[in-house]
């Protein structure tokens, strides 16, 4: 394993107000390697995950890209447009695809690369069919989002995310808002993903992806990570009481 | 100071003469424009035979700006009918008449917003067509429309700055002639328009309070 | 008779369209700095923003041409120590375009506060800018929202042109009234004013929504 992790997170804490739903988290994750983050609902996986690619401000802690602190640089709060030029590092999935409606399948995908990176039209193009064909979706590159199922749109979000050339990839539950014959299409994906080499961080309910697919799991429990190690560790020999009723919960 | 004391305030009894009539144009369209707009509706959903003639006067009424309707009324009707003979009721007939047309496209959607189910709960309780639409659907698409309803007032306040034009004295005939009596526009214009802008506000403020408050007390949702 | 004079009644609704374009361009452009004064997080801005769109959103379109036309120039004389006058083409423009930008600063704003967060989150995630999402994720999808909203404020702000003759720009009911005070025949004159009104507002405002639904229904389906 290399020197630098991809992403480390160090001592992360965060508050709404009074209500303090991260209480110091820190993991790395290696190149290479599928975090899986599990826990209850409302114990701050999402404000976590928008936390490292900064949509929140955390109130404390820092995140290193490849070693580069995200927040700030020598001691100095980094201006909204070098987070902006770091945000391109972090491919983000959200639950909701957030698919741009005005733009086809395409559009989508190239607008980014060729607005932010400044690529040609026609590399960008290249480069959007590249990321649909990965996610199985060439043939709808000219449709409009409305016209695409849930599990469609939410592959389109993937390649939109891929298209910028990532160091690591964020899901937040990607599959929660899709009716479940829609989940599969989407997990697999997810795993050719992992297989290709992607670092990744996923949030997910989907308990059979934590354990085969990824390298380390993390339990959240009240903005703390309250259990973490292998999935064969955490799956099959929980040593928080938490944990092992959560689990017991989610696995059927 | 001292000018807006002399052309404003000293002005008063005069301003507030042309406010009164404006307030009185405005209510007499406002009651023209409600029945108005009822009737072409009504005649559009529910009297097949004329429902054309109702489509193109509210068309019309919507299309045409208020100026050339008011200019129209004022000067051709009396050739055509020989009547309205005084340019006040030229000036409530033409300010009715334009909004009569955007009512009754806001009655229809009104009504056409009563679910289907309501009307033939009314009818399986052996209620005669009349009394379903008049204790069932009416009051509650008027409580849906309450506010277009107010909006459609003000616009009336705001297009009837125009009788002006045509010699009725409301607050903007009386502004324009002190200025040209003193020749001195600022301070009597800004008052004049300050004067516009407060009471349609008021009006507007008050006329949402009131259909906010009506449509809470019917259990329908403010929008 | 009317036909008689077509090529000057044509000139005037000429005038009406130049009118409505200028106007349209300021309500736009000002409707929407002050939706997105009226959005600020910092509350000066937003007490601004509601200021301009209470003030232009109740005030009629008569009484603020007169202003502009008659009050607006001494004023800024004044301020600058020279008289100026306004051309009445310039009062128009003026005058309609703020009283516009008030309905249509509204317009913005519910359209701009009706995109969900997500599509602008995910704007920032691939790294773009503010103003880059604003004009390449909000604005194309608020533009197409309001479209049925603001056609109808173009169709009102049209018919408020016929009101410029009042401070004598030459538009269409200038001319008729003109050939009404040589030939005193105002029967034929006003109803064919009122009719080729009618006919341009009905016919291009309803092509106007049958596009625009078309254009919307791509993406709405
Ligand atoms: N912007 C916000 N303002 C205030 N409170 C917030 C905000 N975002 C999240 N919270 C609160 O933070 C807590 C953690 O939220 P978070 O969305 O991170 O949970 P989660 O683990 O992702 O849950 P879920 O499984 O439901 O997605 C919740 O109590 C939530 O109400
Ligand atoms: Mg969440």
Redesign the interface.
Known sequence: MDAIPAIRVVDIRKSFGTLEVLRGVSFDVHRGNVVSMIGASGSGKSTLLRCINRLETPSAGEVYIDGEPMGAVEGRDRPLSEINRMRRDLGMVFQQFNLWPHMTVLGNVIEAPIRVLGMSRKAAAALGEECLARVYLSEKAREYPARLSGGQQQRVAIARALAMRPKAMLFDEPTSSLDPELTDEVLTVMRELAKAGTTMIVVTHEMGFARDVSHRVLFLHNGQIEEEGSPAQVFGNPKSDRCRQFLSKHLQ | MGNWERLVWNQRGVLLQGLMVTVEVCLIAFVLAVLGGLALCLVRMYMRPLKPLAVLLT??FR???????L??VT??WP??FGWPNSFFTAGWVALGLQSSGYLAETFRAGIEAVPRGHREAGYSVGMSPVLVFGRIVLPQSLLTVAPSIVNQF?VI??????V??ITVQDL?FQ??KL?NVWYE??EI??A??GI???F??LV?TAGKMLADMLRQRYGLAAA | MFWEYRLVLLRGLAFNAYVFLAAAAVALSVGLIAALLRINRAWPFRWIGTLHVEVFRNAPDYIMVVWVHFVLPLLLGAAIGRRIEFHPFVSAVIALGFVYSGYFAETFRAGIQSIPLGHIEAGRSCGMSEFLILRRVVLPQVVRRMLPEAINQFVSLFKATTIVSLIAVPDLMYQVSMVIQQEMKPLPLYTSAALTYFAVIYVVAGLVRLLSERWRNRIYA
């Open positions: 068309e019309f299309a045409t700006p208020i100026f050339v309707q200019m129209w000067y051709v050739e055509i003000t306040v705001k297009s009837s700055t125009l002006s034009v903007m502004a324009l200025v526009p600022i214009l800004t004049t328009a516009y802008i407060g349609i506000f507007s």
